[in-house]
């Protein structure tokens, strides 16, 4: 890559030096110096070099241009993809730790039923129904990409207080590559808990609204997320928080949709409602 940039740093450095040439060339042919045919040919020659050099480099450019981009996105995507599948492993390590307990739970409620501790039994269920409603899949679609994910976000939703209200109705087996499907969801649903989590307005319920389902063979994915509008900036295209604009981060995660959705032909609308920031994607996937 560094010679690359060396190589076409002298090609772009011979350009004015040739054009020079080229004209003071011109010139003499101008001023009817001997042997003018040969200088002009010599010019013409030197014309079509530059040009020829000057597409070179634009197509190089945009090859490079290209391959830089598509090194970063899948970068994206395979960072995505690991951290799916951490949040993944750490789900089914905390249902095979519930169950590991599980013997010990009822060995407890067993001694207070004995000694008729009905007050701490209370407490006891209580505490118990908290753990299950964690650990267990709030979603349950059949379809294996949606549930881990929507799951694992609806428990990180609970953990920062935030209401995950969501719809689900779709086919087991999507025409659509698992990857890709990980991609927008993962992103969509992040961004979501994001808005909530950077909303610090006081007496707000930080709430999401996720519905999905499939009519017509199309897949049409809808979320609202309330927000506080002074974290939200426009950067291009996207509008991302402020923070994100800080950070230089202004949107690798929608880009990345945006680019799933362009090989399905699909289409992507965002807007801010009042308080509330809504995505539609809309995927054909006949």
């Not at 480099?57 to 391959?67: A, G, L, Q, R, Y």
């Not at 407890?108 to 009905?118: D, E, G, P």
């Not at 996720?210 to 897949?219: P, T």
Request: aromatic share 8%; with cysteine; hydrophobic share 40%.
């Amino acid at each position: 890559m560094k010679n690359s940039s060396i190589i076409r740093n002298i090609i772009l450095i011979s350009i004015p030096v040739i054009s020079l040439i080229v004209g003071m060339n011109l010139y003499l042919i101008d001023v009817h110096v001997e042997g003018r045919h040969l200088v002009g040919f010599a010019s013409l020659g030197a014309l079509v070099y530059i040009n020829v050099v000057i597409f070179i480099i634009f197509k190089v450019w945009d090859h490079e241009s290209k391959k830089t981009n598509e090194y970063k996105t899948a970068n994206v995507q395979l960072e995505l993809q690991q951290k799916h599948y951490k949040e993944m492993l750490e789900k089914n390590y905390e249902v095979r730790g519930l169950w590991h307990d599980m013997n010990n739970h009822i060995i407890t409620m067993q001694y207070l039923i004995k000694n008729q501790a009905f007050d701490e039994i209370e407490d006891y269920l209580k505490q118990f129904h908290e753990l299950l409603q964690n650990a267990v899949d709030h979603n349950r679609s059949g379809n294996y990409v949606v549930d881990a994910l929507l799951n694992y976000k609806i428990k990180v939703a609970s953990d920062h207080q935030i209401n995950f209200d969501h719809y689900i109705a779709i086919p087991e087996n999507l025409k659509m590559n698992s990857i890709d499907l990980s991609i927008i969801l993962g992103n969509v649903l992040d961004n979501a808990i994001e808005g909530c989590l950077r909303d610090a307005r006081q007496n707000h319920d930080k709430i999401i609204k996720f519905n999905m389902y499939y009519k017509r063979e199309s897949l049409l994915i809808d979320i609202e997320n309330t927000i506080d509008r002074t974290t939200i900036q426009k950067a291009g295209n996207n509008m991302v928080s402020s923070k994100r604009i800080e950070d230089n981060q202004s949107g690798y995660g929608i880009s990345n949709v945006k680019q799933v959705l362009k090989n399905y032909e699909g289409n992507m609308v965002t807007q801010i409602l009042d308080d509330r920031f809504k995505c539609t994607i809309l995927i054909p996937l006949d």
